[in-house]
């Protein structure tokens, strides 16, 4: 996990999840005690807060640990591309139609 870490994914999925709260940063740092400069240089993944720090901002959040580590859906368009050509080759070729027939109806 620590290898993998990472300031700006982390600060995108703070941010995030500060949104999905309806909190803005004021209000954030309101419950932290913290400065806005400190919660926007997390945001922006300028520096990263300490383990004892990303406890507390869970605890405001009231978000699970896992949650604050959860940025797997923030993918590249090459990363993205590749999962879902990794997906559609291990279906058979009858859901490969079907998975066909619905993107092309979302293209629409």
Do not use: W
Not at 19 to 40: E, F, G, P, T
Not at 46 to 73: C, G, Q, V
């Amino acid at each position: 996990m620590v290898d993998d870490f990472d300031k700006k994914k982390f600060g995108k999925r703070l941010r995030q999840l500060r949104l999905s709260r309806n909190l803005s940063q004021d209000q954030l740092c309101d419950k932290l005690d913290m400065n806005a400069s400190m919660l926007s240089n997390f945001e922006t993944g300028k520096n990263a807060p300490a383990l004892e720090t990303m406890i507390k901002i869970s605890k405001a959040l009231d978000a699970e640990p896992n949650e604050m580590f959860d940025y797997s859906h923030f993918k590249t368009p090459k990363e993205l591309e590749t999962e879902l050509l990794e997906i559609f080759n291990s279906l058979s070729t009858e859901k490969q139609m079907v998975y066909y027939r619905i993107i092309k109806l979302l293209q629409e």
